[in-house]
């Protein structure tokens, strides 16, 4: 089986698919893009959309990481991804897609938010990807690229700062998730490798790490994925991070 990931640097959503495939034993290569500029190469590679993470395998295409990770369990059923209790597999799918379509988006906005102001850090978050170029020669073409990047995302302030409102709760809703057992178990499923990847993006924020480490959320992502690149020093206001603060303190 030949098998190739089209992701992006330190994405969140292609950890997710990379980290399905190593749990199933699938060897594959991965290509890296740059961000933003990647959209018309993922379209002129044959796939329908234009998003990452898109995999090829033997040549047939299939974009997304929830799409990814149904393809995975039908290619290799063991070990699953999916429970086999159907009340079980509602339950991840439900958080899956909690995972995906609530908390996915406001964590890279803030993400590109924080490289707008700074983006000295973003070196770091190329760490073992595969760009086909040196990363001193990538960083070349960083501002452009940040630039771009956080206005296709959104990334402003008014976002950001309901980004960061709203997290809070979705840290609540991670760790009820794992306090039902619906991720967090012995066995990893398609929830965990949903979840955990974003977690472990927002961790490489200093400003947001120590409130999620406080919570079972943190031991959770870190424990699904060990280790993530990047690492960027506090640069939100203060001001726009009390709604996250005071509920760990709760």
Same mark, same amino acid.
């Given at each position: 089986m030949k098998v190739r990931l089209y992701s992006l640097p330190a994405s969140h959503p292609g950890t997710a698919a990379a980290a399905m495939l190593e749990r199933k034993g699938i060897p594959y290569a991965r290509t890296d893009l740059f961000p933003s500029f990647s959209k018309p190469i993922v379209r002129a590679l044959g796939f329908p959309g234009t998003s990452v993470p898109? /995999?090829?395998?033997? $040549?047939? *295409?299939?974009? $997304?990481?929830?799409? =990814?990770?149904r393809e995975l369990d039908r290619l290799r059923p063991d070990p699953p991804l999916f429970p086999a209790d159907p009340e079980a597999r509602v339950g991840v799918e439900e958080a899956e897609r909690f995972g995906e379509e609530e908390m996915q988006h406001p964590v890279r906005q803030i993400f590109w938010w924080c490289m707008r102001k700074d983006s000295g850090p973003l070196r770091g978050y190329a760490e073992g990807a595969k760009l086909g170029v040196p990363v001193g020669l990538a960083m070349g073409a960083a501002a452009p690229v #940040?630039?771009?990047? @956080?206005? =296709?995302?959104? @990334?402003?302030?008014?976002? #950001? *700062?309901?980004?960061? @409102?709203?997290l809070a709760g979705f840290l609540d809703r991670v760790d009820e998730l794992i306090a039902a057992g619906t991720i967090g178990g012995e066995e990893p499923n398609a929830a965990d490798f949903q979840i955990a990847p974003s977690l472990r993006f927002a961790m490489t924020l200093q400003d947001l790490r120590p409130p999620i480490d406080g919570r079972p959320a943190g031991a959770f992502a870190r424990r699904v994925i060990p280790s993530y690149p990047g690492d960027t020093p506090?640069?939100?206001?203060?001001?726009? /991070?009390?709604? /996250?603060?005071?509920?760990?303190? @709760?």
């Open positions: 898109a /995999l090829k395998i033997d $040549g047939r *295409r299939v974009q $997304g990481s929830r799409e =990814i990770a #940040v630039a771009l990047t @956080a206005r =296709i995302n959104g @990334a402003n302030d008014e976002n #950001v *700062r309901e980004d960061l @409102a709203k506090p640069i939100l206001p203060p001001a726009w /991070l009390e709604p /996250l603060r005071e509920s760990t303190a @709760a």
